[in-house]
């Protein structure tokens, strides 16, 4: 029974032995094929980093401050009435035309001198066409609408419109990313051989 006994645990003893050697030569295959895997994936992750990540970084900040400073211009129309309500002071002398013959009769003193006076009426018509200087004092009162229609440039800037705030914001979400970016190696080699 002792022989059988030391011969189980010769068995288990070698099994296990096996077991490691077994384990040994695995696991270093393992890690070999991973360390394989890892330097044949390496290159392309930097490529990611130069060649799409930084440049989609450094086109997006780009736009955003391009965006600041865009001005829009355009032109815009307007078709409107205005109302217009005012007294006009009207104070000159001027020359008015007669359309039509204006009869006058009016009483009127005639003095005789010595002799005496005479009261009576003078009537007489002013003919068409007459010339007659007049000055005039007067207000005169207008209310009307002014049709305004005209096209009219505008210039707007975006960042004074109230979208500066705005786009800084836009562009300080990304520049985290972008400084972190800016940390990381671009190839195999400056992880190799740091300055």
Known sequence: ???TNTQTKK???????AFKNFALIFSFLVNLILVVVLLLLIRP??????????????????AFAALGETNIQTTVTINDAL??????PLQQSTNVVLTEPVPLSVPTTF??????TIYGWVS?????GMVLPVALDLNVPVN??????????????????????????????????????????????EILSPK
Do not use: C, H, Y
């Open 1 to 3: 029974m002792a022989e």
């Open 144 to 189: 009307t609408t002014v049709p305004v229609v005209m096209e009219v440039p505008v210039t707007i800037k975006l960042d004074e419109a109230g979208m500066g705030p705005a786009i800084t914001q836009l562009r300080s979400v990304f520049s985290p990313i972008q400084a972190t970016l800016q940390q990381i190696p671009n190839s195999p080699e």
């Open 124 to 128: 007489l018509n002013l003919p068409a």
């Open 45 to 62: 992750l930097f490529m990611v980093k130069t060649e799409i990540a930084e440049p989609l970084l450094g086109n997006l900040d780009s």
């Open 111 to 116: 003095s005789l001198g010595n002799q005496g």
């Open 83 to 88: 109302p217009v309500a005012f007294n006009l």
């Open 11 to 17: 068995r288990r003893l070698r099994f296990w032995e």
